[in-house]
């Protein structure tokens, strides 16, 4: 029940973030204050920490900030600018820390070691400095490129432009957080919304002797590129950043134990009115460099970081009305329209419900009136309804039994594990029948995750779609441009954009292509998990034949419920006409292994047991780094089957009897060139 509330509340989420992610990072006009965007941020962040079935393209766990604004020139950043997960509570610490400790294979290890640093609400900058030099300056932007406002970073004080430090490294980039202090925003506040709009808006200036009147300060706290970094710690590199001239966060701490990460975030959010900058919680980073480097990174954030932030905020309002929204995978999310309300400095007319069954559980009716909580989140969520305010008259809701969108059929899916049916109630259509289906698909289909087309937003596609310009992906690349140049809001310019940013895309990874596709289930991992294996767009066409879709079944990582999903996107006569229309209008690269000729190349592998101080993740990421490849089953493809303690017998035996070589860790670790 519970997975699919979350899942609901989550997809609802997910579109607001990216409605106020284009009003802040595209337009420069804020629409929710910088604590309300960083709480909406991190209940996304919190959910797919929790349940890692959640997956969507727009996540910011996916995708980090805005596409860099077209008025500033574009450059790649050399190291991605990762955004963070997020804890609210001691459940979220202690399962963040099981997360790594399992993954780190040390269950019996000394406690872990924290860098304690507060967050501050600003805007994330990278300074690249060469020879001491600091030569260029990016803004965060999508987390991938950045805007260059070297200029405008020029202008701040606290920025070092040259460094003379002998162990200064001959490149590096330094990271941090541009801001400004609450007592010089007050000189100020006439001209913009909160401190943070104020630095983000000055750094985005096109003028930097405008910039240079606001006084924006620097405080750094990571480093992305760097070249010869002999330091060995992340308290140790703070301490270091202060030789070199930068400014660094007073209340920054080397913290030991969850008890402890507790005791100092409550000692910090009682002083939080008395520092005279934003704060927002406290992020804690593994203090050891060379256990950063083993856990490394799951999708768009570092397993040995988090953000740990501050308390809730809460309200009471009244329920106008109860929408109902249908999802990119059907389910029907409803969300709650409310008399707008002032929750810490944001005004909210939305709330999520989650899921029928939440509105059951709560007895949520129109007309109530109920507690709305903001914990992190993008939409904020009903906690309870004050049913002493309660109308004699009031009416249960009654949950739509038919898709409101196209009138279908909708059911509840009967959930394997828990032998329940889910909570979340799902329209059937797998393809583009269901109008509100199709329009999120599309939506899907040229994401950032996806195929990332620069100037086709969420509100172009729904407009293309009532034009009837866009009914299928394969629309897109045959757009009549003609046409389009008429509408209002185009012109000859804008146009000529758009197609050139389509073309430009006709290139895509085969990982990509697949995630497009929008199957359920199917997230950038497992697209990447299955690209992988496949190799070529191709192969995975012949997935249209049932008969070879019992190959996925080798692919570790992918299992039943994954493989369901692709014979239900198959089955669907529609996506097999898109399929074959796709691959004749695109060009399908396969994604190249990381190493090509790693000691493992051509090689496969299957684990069984318990590994001696490695964990299976850390196991299956060297192999697949050493150019091996894992696979889930015993067969004539498996070449060894690694045994550790307490192997499957069954598994030992198919191997025997398939003459496969079984070999134990001492033996695999030889094989990369290790000792035990």
Same mark, same amino acid.
């Given at each position: 029940?519970?997975?699919?509330?979350?899942?609901? %509340? /989550?997809?609802?989420?997910?579109?607001?973030?990216?409605?106020?992610?284009?009003?802040?990072?595209?337009?420069?006009?804020?629409?929710?204050?910088?604590?309300?965007?960083?709480?909406?941020?991190?209940?996304?962040?919190?959910?797919?920490?929790?349940?890692?079935?959640?997956?969507?393209?727009?996540?910011?766990?996916?995708?980090?900030?805005?596409?860099? +604004?077209?008025?500033?020139?574009?450059?790649?950043?050399?190291?991605?600018?990762? +955004?963070?997960?997020?804890?609210?509570?001691?459940?979220?610490?202690?399962?963040?820390?099981?997360?790594?400790?399992?993954?780190? +294979?040390?269950?019996?290890?000394?406690?872990?070691? /924290?860098?304690?640093?507060?967050?501050?609400?600003?805007?994330?900058?990278?300074?690249?400095?060469?020879? $001491?030099?600091?030569?260029?300056?990016?803004?965060?932007?999508?987390?991938?490129?950045?805007?260059?406002?070297?200029?405008?970073?020029?202008?701040?004080?606290?920025?070092?432009?040259?460094?003379?430090?002998?162990?200064?490294?001959?490149? !590096?980039? !330094?990271?941090?957080?541009?801001?400004?202090?609450?007592?010089?925003?007050?000189?100020? =506040?006439?001209?913009?919304?909160?401190?943070?709009?104020?630095?983000?808006?000055?750094? @985005?200036?096109?003028?930097?002797?405008?910039?240079?009147?606001?006084?924006?300060?620097?405080? *750094?706290?990571? /480093?992305?590129?760097?070249?010869?970094?002999?330091?060995?710690?992340?308290?140790?590199?703070?301490?270091?950043?202060?030789?070199?001239?930068?400014?660094?966060?007073?209340?920054?701490?080397?913290?030991?134990?969850?008890?402890?990460?507790?005791?100092?975030?409550? %000692?910090?959010?009682?002083?939080?009115?008395?520092?005279?900058?934003?704060?927002?919680?406290?992020?804690?980073?593994?203090?050891?460099?060379?256990?950063?480097?083993?856990?490394?990174?799951?999708?768009? *954030?570092?397993?040995?970081?988090?953000?740990?932030?501050?308390?809730?905020?809460?309200?009471?309002?009244?329920?106008?009305?109860?929408?109902?929204?249908?999802?990119?995978?059907? *389910?029907?999310?409803?969300?709650?329209?409310?008399?707008?309300?002032?929750?810490?400095?944001?005004?909210?007319?939305?709330?999520?419900?989650?899921?029928?069954?939440?509105?059951?559980?709560?007895?949520? @009716?129109? $007309?109530?009136?109920?507690?709305?909580? @903001?914990?992190?989140?993008?939409?904020?969520?009903?906690?309870?309804?004050?049913?002493?305010?309660?109308?004699?008259?009031?009416?249960?809701?009654?949950?739509?039994?038919?898709?409101?969108?196209?009138?279908?059929?909708?059911?509840?899916?009967?959930?394997?594990?828990? =032998?329940?049916?889910?909570?979340?109630?799902?329209?059937?259509?797998? $393809?583009?029948?269901?109008?509100?289906?199709?329009?999120?698909?599309?939506?899907?289909?040229?994401?950032?995750?996806?195929?990332?087309?620069?100037?086709?937003?969420?509100?172009i596609i729904e407009n293309f779609w009532h034009l009837k310009l866009i009914r299928s992906p394969n629309d897109i690349f045959d757009l009549d441009y003609h046409k389009i140049q008429k509408l209002d809001g185009w012109g000859a310019l804008s146009v000529a954009n758009l197609k050139y940013s389509i073309?430009?895309?006709?290139?895509?990874?085969?990982?990509?292509?697949?995630?497009?596709?929008?199957?359920?289930?199917?997230?950038?991992?497992?697209?990447?998990?299955?690209? @992988?294996?496949?190799?070529?767009?191709?192969?995975?066409?012949?997935?249209?034949?049932?008969?070879?879709?019992?190959?996925?079944?080798?692919?570790?990582?992918?299992?039943?419920?994954?493989?369901?999903?692709?014979?239900?996107?198959?089955?669907?006569?529609?996506?097999?006409?898109?399929?074959?229309?796709?691959?004749?209008?695109?060009?399908?690269?396969?994604?190249?292994?990381? %190493?090509?000729?790693?000691?493992?190349?051509? =090689?496969?592998?299957?684990?069984?047991?318990?590994?001696?101080?490695?964990?299976?993740?850390?196991?299956?990421?060297?192999?697949?780094?050493?150019?091996?490849?894992?696979?889930?089953?015993?067969?004539?493809?498996?070449?060894?089957?690694?045994?550790?303690?307490?192997?499957?017998?069954?598994?030992?035996?198919? *191997?025997?009897?398939?003459?496969?070589?079984?070999?134990?860790?001492?033996?695999?670790?030889?094989?990369?060139?290790?000792?035990?």
């Open positions: 029940m519970k997975k699919n509330l979350v899942k609901k %509340d /989550y997809l609802t989420k997910i579109k607001e973030i990216q409605k106020h992610n284009k009003s802040y990072y595209d337009e420069n006009k804020p629409s929710i204050t910088d604590q309300a965007y960083d709480i909406l941020k991190n209940e996304i962040f919190v959910l797919e920490k929790k349940y890692p079935f959640l997956k969507n393209e727009k996540s910011p766990s996916n995708s980090v900030g805005y596409t860099p +604004s077209k008025n500033f020139k574009k450059i790649k950043h050399k190291v991605p600018m990762l +955004s963070l997960a997020n804890a609210f509570d001691e459940t979220d610490l202690l399962n963040f820390e099981k997360k790594m400790l399992n993954f780190l +294979s040390m269950k019996d290890a000394p406690t872990i070691e /924290y860098s304690a640093e507060p967050k501050i609400d600003g805007i994330s900058a990278s300074l690249t400095y060469i020879n $001491g030099k600091f030569i260029k300056g990016l803004s965060r932007g999508d987390g991938k490129e950045g805007e260059d406002i070297t200029k405008n970073l020029n202008t701040i004080n606290d920025i070092p432009k040259f460094v003379k430090i002998n162990n200064f490294p001959s490149e !590096i980039d !330094i990271r941090g957080e541009v801001f400004i202090n609450n007592s010089d925003f007050k000189k100020i =506040k006439d001209r913009f919304a909160n401190p943070r709009n104020a630095a983000s808006g000055s750094l @985005r200036q096109k003028d930097p002797d405008a910039t240079k009147k606001i006084p924006l300060k620097f405080i *750094a706290y990571t /480093y992305g590129y760097v070249d010869n970094l002999n330091i060995k710690t992340q308290s140790d590199f703070l301490e270091n950043l202060k030789k070199w001239g930068f400014k660094t966060n007073p209340f920054n701490k080397k913290i030991s134990s969850i008890k402890n990460l507790i005791a100092n975030h409550v %000692d910090l959010e009682k002083k939080r009115k008395e520092i005279d900058v934003d704060i927002d919680g406290i992020v804690y980073k593994v203090n050891d460099f060379d256990l950063q480097k083993r856990l490394g990174f799951a999708a768009n *954030a570092p397993r040995w970081a988090i953000a740990h932030k501050f308390s809730a905020n809460k309200a009471t309002s009244e329920i106008l009305n109860i929408d109902i929204q249908v999802g990119r995978t059907g *389910a029907l999310t409803p969300v709650a329209k409310i008399k707008p309300v002032n929750i810490g400095g944001v005004v909210v007319s939305n709330a999520t419900l989650h899921n029928e069954d939440e509105i059951i559980r709560k007895d949520i @009716r129109v $007309g109530d009136t109920v507690n709305v909580e @903001r914990a992190g989140d993008v939409i904020p969520h009903v906690v309870s309804v004050d049913l002493s305010k309660r109308d004699k008259d009031s009416k249960k809701f009654s949950f739509p039994t038919n898709c409101p969108s196209c009138g279908g059929k909708t059911v509840k899916d009967y959930n394997e594990i828990t =032998k329940k049916k889910d909570a979340v109630r799902r329209c059937v259509s797998e $393809g583009y029948e269901c109008e509100k289906i199709a329009i999120e698909k599309l939506k899907h289909f040229v994401s950032k995750e996806a195929f990332n087309i620069d100037g086709l937003g969420k509100k073309e430009e895309k006709k290139k895509v990874s085969l990982d990509r292509f697949i995630y497009s596709l929008g199957i359920r289930h199917i997230g950038q991992e497992n697209a990447k998990l299955i690209a @992988r294996h496949l190799q070529s767009s191709l192969n995975f066409l012949k997935l249209i034949n049932k008969k070879n879709i019992k190959i996925l079944l080798d692919i570790d990582g992918i299992g039943e419920t994954q493989i369901a999903s692709i014979k239900n996107f198959f089955f669907n006569k529609f996506n097999k006409e898109i399929l074959s229309e796709l691959v004749k209008k695109l060009t399908i690269k396969s994604v190249p292994l990381k %190493d090509k000729d790693g000691l493992l190349k051509n =090689k496969t592998f299957m684990l069984t047991g318990k590994l001696d101080g490695i964990s299976r993740a850390e196991a299956k990421s060297l192999i697949e780094n050493n150019s091996g490849k894992i696979i889930s089953n015993v067969n004539k493809k498996l070449n060894y089957l690694i045994i550790g303690e307490k192997p499957t017998i069954k598994k030992i035996n198919l *191997a025997k009897d398939l003459k496969i070589k079984i070999i134990n860790q001492v033996e695999w670790l030889k094989m990369l060139n290790k000792t035990s």
